[in-house]
């Protein structure tokens, strides 16, 4: 049986502050920080699905305004110019990115899926529209990270 | 140069488009398709000389529209920019015909060394 280990907490701040840096115009420091309160207002919901020889998910949450500023950066343009459909194709993009590479750590074959963006909401409350059927998921990492004070957290839920 | 770049998220698409310009390939001609049918039919209008497309898409994959592309006799470069980046896929991508691989997040730099191989 292939063994499989679990990227650590640096690991996934690493990926994520990378990303950040590479693919957003004006990016600003992404910043690790000890955890937020989840119950933000108005969170940006994403998440893509892992499977083969490591089945779970990659959940990321964010403000609004966090969200913005990723599909501002992306699209190099204003954050008050950013549109609905914008936001969400960044935000999926970017989880996409986030995703592909952490599933990189694992040991192949695991394939990805296609990112989904879920409304507004926590994690923590229910579970976003294309998630209903990973109630079983168990969280195994949750890092929090911030960019001027906006929170964006990534959480890496296994299928147990 | 005429360049298509086919990804399914349109900010990833302004991204390469961007970096493109960026990197300063002579004579730049920029196409862009959101699906592979759409890729399709742009590549018969367009005849590009180099093609870089996402892998994971919906409908159509990068690596799908590769198969089709050869199958109906396109000749040009074709560069898989994508998060899936394992050696299987690399292989299977190279024995399909593809030219270069490059892995997101990617910087204008990185697309440079690619393409310097291949143009």
């Known amino acids: ?72 950066g992306m699209f190099g343009k204003s954050e008050i110019d950013v549109e609905d459909d914008e936001l969400s194709d960044a935000v999926g993009e970017f989880t ?10 694992f040991p192949s074959p695991c394939n990805l899926s296609l990112p989904g963006v879920a409304g507004i909401g926590s994690f923590a409350d229910n579970l976003p529209p294309g998630l209903e059927d990973k109630i079983s998921e168990v969280q195994v990492v949750e890092v929090h990270l911030e960019w001027e004070g906006e929170p964006l957290s990534i959480g890496l839920w296994e299928n147990k | 140069m005429k360049v298509l770049v086919v990804d399914d998220s349109k900010a990833m698409r302004m991204i390469v488009t961007r970096s493109l310009r960026q990197i300063g390939l002579p004579d730049l001609v920029l196409e862009e398709a959101g699906t592979g049918m759409e890729a399709i ?66 910087t204008p730099e990185i697309l440079t060394e690619a393409l310097q191989g291949i143009l």
């Open chain 1, 96 to 105: 996409n990115i986030i995703g592909g590479n952490i599933k990189a750590l």
């Open chain 2, 41 to 106: 039919k742009v590549v018969s209008d367009f005849s590009p000389d180099l093609i870089l497309a996402d892998w994971n898409m919906p409908g159509m994959t990068g690596y799908e529209l590769l198969l089709e592309l050869k199958s109906q006799g396109y000749v040009g470069k074709y560069g898989f920019i994508t998060t899936e980046a394992s050696d299987e896929m690399k292989s299977m991508a190279t024995q399909a015909g593809a030219n270069c691989f490059v892995t997101k997040p990617f």
């Open chain 1, 1 to 72: 049986m292939t063994e499989v280990l679990i990227p650590s907490d640096a690991t996934i701040v690493e990926i994520a502050q990378e990303v950040w840096s590479s693919i957003l115009e004006d990016a600003g420091e992404l910043t690790s920080v000890f955890g937020f309160d989840e119950k933000h207002e108005t969170a940006v919901l994403a998440f893509i699905e892992i499977t083969g020889n490591w089945h779970g998910s990659v959940r990321i949450s964010c403000s609004v305004q966090a969200a913005k500023h990723i599909a501002a």
